[in-house]
């Protein structure tokens, strides 16, 4: 790490010289602006006009666009981290109450944005989030914890024919799509920005592909879990037609792959090779669990057990996107030395 000392050029400014290699490699020259951030944890980066600015607007114009597009365009540039986006009617001077609606749509779906100006013609909103208010592991966590808080509710209220419980679980699915642009914003907007990496929680920018693979497949955990309550509100009695020791053995199953979903996330996060070998372990271990279920259950018909089947199919689908986020695991901790690996 080079040292710098800081001198003092008046009464109430402290000043130091930046080091010539970044300046020449980055055009700074004199006169030239730089962007200062102050960070937590005493940090203090600086970044050249070279690396795009994160206050970047952008305009969407309806004109030939429906609504479904243009909520679809804002939460788009949302991802690709613009801090303003305008909304405009273009050529055809107003804006249709549908746009407006969808305006007001996509705003309940992301964090962070709220409607600044509104006209006839145009609608301006900005987006409140700073990178360095999160990191991207700890949003990781969270969004495998509400995955898991779904599928469990979803299985709870399937044993106990509670649809209340089931509807619960749906509700938390908007929280988990939040969460999911909200990471997929971050990873977008460090990978623009090499500057944001450390803002996110990283030392570089080498985790980020990784995490976005990660991040999907968090998110199709939670539409698995989703499966499950939607099953719970559809079906007879909002239950399936088992017994006793079958809806057990269903949540066992659902036990286990609340561990492995858990344990991958983990292992990626702490780059721990251990770990995630210890996920295609346990996953190894009910690798038959879902057909094993099957062929014990008595004679129903074709719809019941057509609903058993679906439920075991998003579990089981649910330990192997686990186990992708694993082989993810395991390339990022062999790119750090270890008890394992040395790096030269």
């Not at 044993?159 to 997929?184: S, T, Y």
């Not at 999907?216 to 309550?229: F, G, H, P, Q, T």
């Not at 686990?322 to 390339?331: C, D, L, Q, Y």
């Amino acid at each position: 790490m080079e040292t710098r000392k800081v001198q003092r050029l008046g009464p109430s400014t402290l000043a130091m010289t930046l080091p010539a290699e970044w300046a020449s490699e980055h055009g700074v020259e004199k006169g030239n602006e730089v962007s200062i951030r102050m960070g937590g944890k005493g940090t203090l980066t600086v970044m050249p006009e070279s690396v795009q600015s994160e206050d970047s607007e952008a305009v969407i114009y309806t004109d030939n666009l429906d609504a479904d597009a243009v909520e679809r365009a804002i939460v788009a540039q949302y991802v690709l981290g613009r801090r303003i986006i305008h909304v405009e009617a273009g050529e055809s001077g107003t804006l249709e109450s549908t746009h407006i609606n969808a305006v007001y749509n996509a705003e309940t779906q992301l964090m962070g944005l709220g409607v600044i100006e509104e006209t006839p013609e145009r609608i301006a909103i900005r987006c409140s989030v700073d990178p360095e208010d999160f990191t991207l592991d700890n949003l990781l966590e969270r969004l495998e914890s509400t995955g898991s808080t779904m599928r469990n509710e979803a299985v709870k209220a399937l044993a106990h024919g509670n649809p209340d419980l089931a509807q619960r679980a749906l509700n938390r699915e908007r929280q988990a799509n939040k969460i999911f642009v909200l990471l997929l914003r971050l990873i977008f907007t460090a990978y623009q920005n090499p500057n944001l990496a450390r803002a996110v929680g990283l030392d570089d920018g080498f985790p980020l592909i990784g995490y976005r693979s990660i991040v999907k497949n968090l998110e199709l955990i939670a539409d698995n879990a989703e499966d499950i309550a939607e099953i719970v509100l559809e079906t007879e009695d909002h239950t399936l037609d088992v017994d006793s020791s079958t809806m057990r053995r269903i949540r066992e199953f659902t036990d286990q792959v609340n561990d492995i979903t858990e344990e991958a996330v983990e292992a990626a996060v702490a780059r721990d090779y251990d770990a995630a070998v210890e996920v295609r372990a346990m996953f190894a271990d009910i690798g038959d669990r879902e057909q094993e279920i099957l062929v014990d259950l008595p004679g129903m018909d074709n719809a019941d057990l057509l609903e058993v089947r679906e439920v075991l199919v998003s579990l089981q689908q649910t330990a192997q996107y686990a186990v992708r986020n694993a082989e993810i695991a395991t390339n990022l901790a062999l790119n750090e030395e270890s008890v394992h690996t040395t790096i030269n």
